[in-house]
């Protein structure tokens, strides 16, 4: 066949000329590295002086040698962007640089990344790492990098960031990249051929999984004679020539055999990695000796990295490499050539190479240990200890990772010279898709081609023939499926695989410009700084679609040198030649001149316009491969011969070649004669006519004329135009039919009728794309033409109906005699009727049989889309997507047989149990989405195919799942659904409201930061919209402002007592300032996103006052009163936690920037410890870096130790953690082994560590730690007094820590029943004899304290509060009744007066935790705790009678303290529920201990207790209204904050103003859990103890205080509108589980809420009227809910069209459907489109108001068309689809256009009629009335349907009753006249689904005598009885007397 084309000399030009240079160059000349000095250092002396800049740059470049030169080089690849821009991406290596830079067509090229590293750069590649994922469903994440070769190592860059320098182990002569990871062909160094003949040869490939991975050698599988053999590739005769990564193949070249051989790589088997390390002996063609396999591990395991030499060797690229030709085999196969023993030790000696210390070091050394017989090693004793450590059991081997197995080997019948390794492979593709894998041979000017193909069954190559092109050089072209060979007379030809395209003439390389003397490039070609510019373009020829022509040719050198066209001979010698070819990416390659210059040109497409590109496609996939080559190449040829067409063109210029392939003479038929194009289709190149001026010319006008447009607007019906000639040929030419015949020996004839039915389906597949129609119309004159003359009238008759005006035009029938039909090869499939798209589909909505539609497989995908869409929607087949596929689509293969259905089977498989509407609907969205669909392409499908998918879209919408996938809320147009699908999934944009609020300004600008500006606004102002509560807590918790001062100056005091009675009072005041960070924490928790490049601010604690007034100034530093040492320390440490707990969760943190921000002045430490706390309370701490902790701890600063442990035990919460278990052991005592040395801890530091314990081990029931703590709650003082100082809170600590350990566990610990540990407890709580302890520490507590006498007994006071606590955490909600009465209060006197008041709250309060399920929020439940005795003799305390054994002081402080348990206990139960029995019966004690303050009974109890107990149930109420934000509590939080004298102390304050702190809590978006957990952590910050002052931690550690944060949980739900992203009001249903205390209830909320605990809620759904509904189902589980509520909350929603927000409207009485609820009513004109905007915000249906529902000036039917449109607009709106509005519109038009009778083609009256038929379809009316009985129609449920319907039967009536004759004729089939109306014909044929003729003719219709016998006859058609009452005159009349027409 290349023979055939050789003759005729075709040729094709190649595009884009321009000279190349590589960017890296460009870029190195202005890098000030090492390269420039080099160039520097060339330059004669004499040249420096001027050399500045780059002129004395270039001038030195000029004298680098050609070895410097050498040094450059670089590889070229493409990219592809996320939105599928492709560039060219360039690796430049020069020196120690790499440069990586990125060009593309329309963009300059730019560096993307330079690197610059120490020593001179070996090699550059590009690598892709794949890191494996723990979890199995993951998909492995594949980095990309970049590796830099260096003599010792390799530098590996990832695009993600990652650096990793991977150090080399021997030398390396070159890298690979391949599918897995690098590949290592290690250097052979060749040493003295004495070597003893045993030795083992040494691997020399290896691979590199990944950067960190060790390196492992690899292994290959060889196929011998009899079995495969497993050894390591150690043969130093194997080069690798090539790798690939798909298929995952290297190719290697045998020195000593000279053959190539292809192996595939992949990963080792177990089994195989097990064969390498088992086998005794490793047989092979590699001789290797056997030996025990732990040899070559030994090997690999000992060689250091000291075996590279000093001088670095330069590998070069690919194409450089075998330049030198393969050094001859010195040695023999057995001398393998490698390093001696004593070489490796002497070197490793040599001076000046650094022993690396890490482990590895060994694994590569080579050690030659084979043992002699006698044991000993051959090298003799001096180096034994070198052998016996090589033999070390711990020396594990080496796995290998990569195994290579062995394919394709050249035979040995092609010539075994010695220098014929290949200098290129590569693998290339043809237009048919056949693989080879090509090899150049250069010494023999040799392309060995090896075709290649996958097998079905395994992964497995199956290599075919071989095929051998001479060529000098080749390079693949990949998008164009073709490859340049450049051969041995220097001209450039293309191939497609082995076959001969064409040459390529590359303009302007043979013209004197580019002649030997100046090698400048002149002319256009010197922009090189923008390598993708094209030269010139043609502007005059740019298609409509602005599509530039694909062959730019370069102009200028075009007009001047006509003549250089010629290849004279004379010229051959002058010219630069064509030396080599490079870097090809895509369709562009670079050519080297021998002048050594390089220019880079672009081979053309095979096509441009989209239309042509799938007729080949179509034409590839049918016909035999051959054929297809041919028929490509041919096409090819034509479309790219010099000056080939512009794009407009290329369709008539298809038609033509198409048309003469298949054997017509397009020079005869008109309509292909006057198609337009440039180019002769003789190939012979004509010397080119010069180009008309830019300024246009006749060929414009003529192009404008054979438009599209220009046909659409004259091809009225009245005109009988002609083709796309508006001109008509002269009457009096008529040509002669017998002319017009088919050349029966062309290419394409005999599969003319293959051809055009798939050329058929591919217009079937246009027709359902709008954007494709015009392609569709291009394409039916071509099927017209074949589908005449091969006779096919159903063709003709389908063609015509679709476009009547058009195919009229065409007359001409080319005669194809019977003999020549036979000739054709006639597929089964073309005799069955012509399958047209549109009335497969209405057959489906009319709920007839369908037949199997055909296809062609990923070529008319649309069409198998839309038919399986229909066949499960509205046919209703559930299956129809997965297993019955085939019924509804016959796919079409090449040469296939008919498909053979029994219809039988076909019926019964039909009758199925209908599925309900809604899961069809899902069903299919889903299906959609999985096949890519989305609403970008439902655009574009035609309105009545569409309208089914658009009515389950509007199923779905209404009632969605909320756990569908963010593209299918996309499809159903659901963007609040897409947008939180897009958050979830997403989990980077966990910023959450942040991304969408910005924080406030803040107002003035000397405002002091105050920590509190974070919160949001936008949320706060809708959840307390009324009044401005957050600015008054703001005000109250604000600590960073002076206090103001007020003492009345009285006339009788000095001012110097002035002074100090004003700084009293500050000092006073001062007490409340330092309390108030433990509340501002809580008031603004987890609102802040800190930015990582600045440190956190923290607000300043402000301890000064302003006096009034005159303003002065009040300090405490003045020396005038005594202040306490030490008192901010503390307060200082609450402030740093309040500013590290305004960090979000969520946030970014690094280690990195809790370390930037430590302060660098001492007096902030305590500052920075809280904040440690903080960012451990909040999860960041465990980020931060162990080394950094250690020091932190070291410093042995007590705060920072104390914050550092508890923040990390808390970010470590109840995980066991080992590592951070030791480090809190080294702080308590008890924890570390008796004899260990002591450790002088601080007391406080031993507090936090034992919480520590218990956070850490949380609900474990870790039996050791809870025996420890148990014991510690008693620890003794100590001999010594070492632990006698705040004893009290240790104890207490323990007790919660024990208690956290065995958290809710109750009587099932398991496993410590022998520790006894609740009657231990109740010990410690009433007190008695110590036991003897037993365990570890018996030892500590033998001897008793020196000074204090406490005897044998336990100390209650010390113990009993964290043993009651310890008792309430264990038994937890376990309702242990048995227990319960152990911690009842006392009720006789004599025993109360034993017991602190105190602990009876703790009592009360424990046994109620226990008791859980009985705590009622009333006020009898809380009274009923009292006991009997104090409850009668309360209350007749003012009569005398009281006994006088009875204590009345005793009796009401029980009282008082009791009732606070109780309080205290409804508010742990009710925390965070907001439950307003709770709150009335708290709030009501509350008010009665206020009372209490101001009245008598407190000088009884004392001002201090009831202090305590009112701030205790105070905390209770703020714990029940947490975050909720109450505005009774806030007012009776301000009256306390007030309070600053009498026994308000630090503490009262601190209990206050956390109070505040959870009622505000995290600004109202967080509110307080009831777990155990969360009860656990706020029955440690609660503890009813406050400190009396600032430095006070005798009963309880302050820092405890802060742990309640760990029992916030994000309830809040605040609904973001999705268009404007702003929080908005929403109407929220919520619906209860049932319990044993309510039923199910629903509740109707007003978000932005707070939610009730997740596990009591079944669902929440979102209300309509306003937004579209939204079901979140708890019940399936909370992950979804929890992970809405911890992004923020915001859960997004979408407004109704026509609705308005209820801010806006808060009563709904704005809203466009308010004045008339019944839509249908007669005020519908009423409807002002004015009005519009203030209902929909949408832009579309704005302006669509603005501009289609005003009438203008010059409009016809002004108000009728105003009217119309304004109702549709109004419809639109109103049933919530605006999407309908064009569909509306289009039914409209179509209507109207058939009215006025000038429709020249029946697309929109198709769609139309697809419309009727799907409302009328009984199917989907039956499916809406079953799934909504509230008689929700279809999407167009109006009137306006019925009132298009009547319009088109009226005007197809009336058009009928004037021309039944056309009908008639139409129906005899006699040819029509040419003035005749055929477009109404084929519109009312359409209109009425009148089956084609043949079928009419078949059943014989014409022959029925009555109506019924009609009506049966047609219903086997399918005849629609409305258009069956039509035709019915017609039909019968025959059998009627006198012909009399009549209508039924």
Known sequence: ??????????????????????????????????????????????????????????????????????????????????????????????????????????????????????????????????????KKDVKEVVEQTVCIVQSTCVNVHSMSGKDFISPLPFQVSTLWSTKFGLLLERKNI???????PSREPLPILFSMLHPLDEIAPVVCKSTGLFEARLQYVSDSALRVLFTCLEPSIIITYDTQQCTHTVWALRKVTPEEQSTVLKCPDLPGPFHTPNAAPSFLSTHLRNVTRLDSPASPLHCHALHNQSRIPASPGLHSRVHSPSISNMAALSRAHSPGIAVPSFSGAQRFNISCHTPSPRGHSILGSPNSTLNETALLPEMEPILPDLCIEQLWTETSAISRDKGCQASKVFITSDLCENRYLCFLIESHQQLRCVKFLESNETSQLIFASVTIITAKDAAPLEDIHTMLVLEANGSLVLYTGVTRVSKVFVPGLLSPTFGVQNHQLSTPLENVSTPARATVQHISRLEEVGMPSPVLEVRTLMQHHESSWLEDSSFQQAVPHIHMLKDPVSNRVTLELSTG???????????????????????????????AMKVLVKWYNSYNAPGGPSTHLEWNLFVTCLMTMMGYNTERLTWTRNLHFDVPLSPVIAPKKARPADTGSDDDWGYLRCSDYHWQVFMRPSMAVQGLETVLPPGGVEIHESALKLESSALLFSHIPVLFYVLHLLYEDLKLDELQRSGARALVGLLQQLAKDLRLDDYIDLYWRDYPSFIKTL????????????????????????????????????????????????????????????????????????????????????????????????????????????????????????AGFTLKDLESVPFGVALPIRDAIYQCREHPCSDWSEEVCALIGRQDLTKQAHKMTNCKSTVGLNVVLEPPVTSEADDEEDGMTDLHPEVTGLIWSQDLRVQEVRRLLQSSRPVRVNVPHLPEVSDHEYIEEKENKLLQLCQRTMSLPVGRGLFTLFSYHPVPTEPLPVPKLNLTGRAPPRNTTVDLNSGNIDVPPNMTSWPSFHNGVAAGLKIAPASQVESAWIAYNKPK???????????????????????????????????????????????????????????????????????????????????????????????????????????VLLAEIGRPPGPELEYCTDRESYSLAAGLALGM???????????????????????????????????????????????????????????????????????????????????????????????????L??????????????????????????????????????????????????????????????????????????????????????????????????????????????????????????????????????????????????????????????????????????????????????????????????????????LA?????????????????????????????????????????????????????????????????????????????????????????????????????????????????????????????EAISTFTSDASLVSFAKYFCRASENMKHKQDTVALLSAILYECVTQENPEMLPTHMSIDQAVRTLERGDLCETFSLWQMKLVLELCESRVLQQRLRNAHQQGRGLLLSSEFLPVMKSSADRALDQWLCDNIHVLRAYLRAQPMNNNTDGNMLACFLVYHSIPSLKNMVTSDLEGCSCFPELLLKSSQLGVPVRALLRLSPLLLQNHESGGQQCFC
């Open 1 to 134: 066949m290349s023979h055939a084309y050789e003759e005729r000399a075709t040729m094709i030009a190649a595009g884009e000329l321009q000279s190349f240079v590589p960017f890296g160059r460009e870029h190195c000349k202005n890098h000030p590295n090492a390269l420039n000095l080099q160039l520097r250092q060339l330059q004669p002396a004499s040249e420096l002086w001027s050399s500045d800049g780059a002129a004395g740059l270039v001038g030195s470049l000029q004298e680098v040698t050609l070895q410097e030169r050498e040094k450059e080089r670089w590889q070229l690849r493409k990219g592809t962007t996320t939105d599928d821009v492709q560039y060219e991406e360039e690796l430049y290596v020069a020196g120690n640089m790499v440069i990586w830079s990125r060009g593309s067509k329309n963009q300059a090229s730019y560096v993307y990344k330079a690197f610059t590293v120490d020593s001179p750069v070996q090699q550059a590649l590009w690598c892709s790492f794949t890191v494996p994922q723990s």
């Open 1605 to 1729: 944060v760990l029992a916030a949980e994000p309830r809040l739900l605040v609904p973001v509108d999705v268009d404007t992203l702003k929080p908005c009001y929403a109407l929220l249903d919520v619906t209860y589980n049932e319990t044993q205390w309510y039923e199910e209830t629903t509740v109707e909320l007003m978000a932005p809420t707070m939610l009730p605990e997740l596990h009591l809620l079944k669902q929440i759904k979102v209300k309509g009227p306003r937004y579209w509904e939204l079901n979140i189902e708890i019940s399936k589980g909370t992950q979804h809910l929890q992970s809405i509520l911890s992004r923020d909350g915001v859960l997004y929603v979408k407004l109704r069209a026509g609705q308005l927000p209820y801010k806006d409207d808060p009563h709904g009485w704005k809203s466009l459907l308010a004045p008339n609820p019944n839509n249908r009513n007669p005020e519908l004109r009423t409807f002002k489109p």
């Open 811 to 930: 007359k001409e029938a080319c005669v194809i005699d019977q003999a020549q039909m036979e000739l054709m090869a006639w597929p089964v499939f073309l005799n069955e009727e012509a399958p047209c798209v549109f009335g497969w589909l209405s057959r489906c909505l009319r709920g007839q049989d369908v037949a199997p539609f055909p296809y062609l497989p990923s070529i008319c995908e649309r069409t198998k889309l839309l038919v399986l869409s229909y066949a499960l929607y509205v046919v209703g087949d559930e299956d129809a997507i997965s297993t019955n596929m085939s019924k509804y689509l016959s796919r079409l293969s090449a040469g296939q047989k008919k498909n053979i259905t029994d219809p039988f089977l076909r019926r019964q498989s039909s009758v199925k149990a209908a599925p309900s509407s809604g899961c069809l609907a899902e069903k299919l969205m889903v299906w959609l989405t999985s």
């Open 190 to 196: 060749t040493v003295d051929g004495h070597m003893s």
């Open 1401 to 1602: 709250l703790l009592r009360t309060l424990a046994r109620c935790l226990i008791m859980w399920d009985e705590i009622f929020p009333n006020a009898e439940w809380v009274t009923s705790n009292v006991p009997q005795i104090i409850q009668e003799n309360i209350g007749n305390q003012e009569q005398a009678t009281v006994s006088e054994d009875l204590n009345m002081e005793t009796l009401v402080q029980a009282h008082d303290y009791i009732i606070a348990g109780g309080c205290l206990a409804v508010g742990f139960r009710f925390a965070g529920s907001a439950n307003s029995d709770a709150f009335d019966c708290l709030y009501k004690f509350a008010r009665n201990f206020m009372q209490c303050l101001t009245t008598s009974t407190a000088t009884v109890t004392g001002q201090y207790n009831l202090q305590t107990c009112l701030s205790m149930v105070l905390l209770a109420v703020s714990m029940v209204m947490a975050g909720s934000g109450n505005l009774k509590v806030l007012q009776l939080c301000r009256f306390l904050h007030k309070r600053t004298i009498g026994e308000m102390n630090y503490g009262f304050h601190m209990a206050h103003h956390m109070a505040l702190g959870l009622l505000f809590l995290g600004g109202g978006r967080y509110t307080l859990s009831t777990s155990n957990s969360a009860i656990a952590a706020l029955l440690c910050a609660l503890y009813p103890h406050f400190p009396a002052h600032s430095t006070d931690n005798r009963y309880h550690l302050q820092a405890l205080r802060h």
């Open 597 to 627: 210059s390089m220019l880079r040109i672009t081979i053309p497409e095979v096509a441009t316009s989209e239309l042509v590109k799938r007729c080949l496609q179509a034409i590839r996939f049918i016909l035999p491969k051959d054929t």
């Open 1301 to 1399: 350990v065995c958290l809710g566990h109750g009587s099932n610990l398991v496993g410590m029943t022998d520790l006894n540990v609740p009657e231990q407890l109740y010990q410690y709580m009433v007190g008695g004899q110590h036991r003897t302890h037993a365990g570890t520490n018996r030892e500590k507590h033998k001897s008793p304290s020196y000074q204090i006498k406490e005897g044998d007994t336990i100390n209650v006071d010390v113990t009993c509060p964290g043993a009651t606590l310890a008792l309430a955490m264990i038994y937890l909600k376990t309702n242990n009744r048995s227990v319960a009465d152990w911690l009842k209060a006392p009720d006789t006197m004599f025993l109360l007066d034993f017991i602190k008041p105190e602990f």
């Open 1161 to 1267: 002045s001492a007096d902030l430490a305590n500052e920075y410890a809280g904040f440690l706390m903080a960012l451990g309370l909040n999860g960041h701490l465990t980020k931060l870096a162990t080394l950094n902790i250690h020091d932190y701890l070291t410093k042995s600063h007590e705060m920072t130790s104390i914050g550092l442990l508890l923040g990390v035990s808390a970010a470590k919460l109840g995980t066991m953690d080992m590592s951070i278990t030791r480090l809190l052991s080294i702080h308590i005592p008890a924890l570390l082994p008796p004899t260990s040395t002591e450790l002088d801890v601080p007391h406080s530091v031993q507090v936090a560590a034992v919480v520590g314990i218990g956070l850490v081990y949380q609900s474990t029931g870790h039996r050791h730690n809870a025996e």
